[in-house]
């Protein structure tokens, strides 16, 4: 999986590239030099975490063939607390019993990408620059 960012000259607006295929826009608010006109990269982490629940909800409701109601995943993620602090609410609109409740809960806890940030990251940096002769 691969992600292309190129910063537009003049903001601190990127251009994104994902899968080759897909595109996005973040930027900055105005209180730290953006232009305000994107969402931020670490609003993108957090709707990263909503999608993936709602979908994990989603795709395992399809298998079990249950009748799913509207869902709705609101995070919250304070990027200022140290270690940082994702509160999940999952709100699930239909008629369920309590198992298929808990079920439900398990499978939302368990979706890729909370996995991923419980499991912590490893970053290999590679700085690649023309130099100046």
């Not at 251009?15 to 973040?26: A, K």
């Not at 709602?54 to 799913?68: C, D, F, H, P, V």
């Amino acid at each position: 999986m691969r992600a292309t960012a190129k910063l537009v000259p003049g903001t601190l607006q990127s251009d994104v590239l994902v899968r080759d295929r897909f595109r996005l826009l973040t930027d900055e608010p105005e209180s730290v030099g953006g232009d305000d006109t994107a969402q931020t990269p670490h609003e993108l982490l957090a709707a990263a975490l909503a999608a993936c629940i709602s979908t994990t909800i989603g795709m395992y409701a399809r298998t079990k063939e249950w009748e799913l109601g509207e869902v709705r995943v609101d995070v919250e993620y304070d990027k200022n607390a140290t270690p940082r602090h994702f509160r999940v609410d999952v709100h699930l609109d239909g008629d369920y019993d309590a198992d298929q409740i808990a079920r439900l809960e398990a499978v939302a806890a368990a979706c890729p990408v909370r996995r991923s940030l419980e499991a912590g990251f490893a970053i290999e940096e590679h700085v690649h620059a023309s130099v100046l002769v």
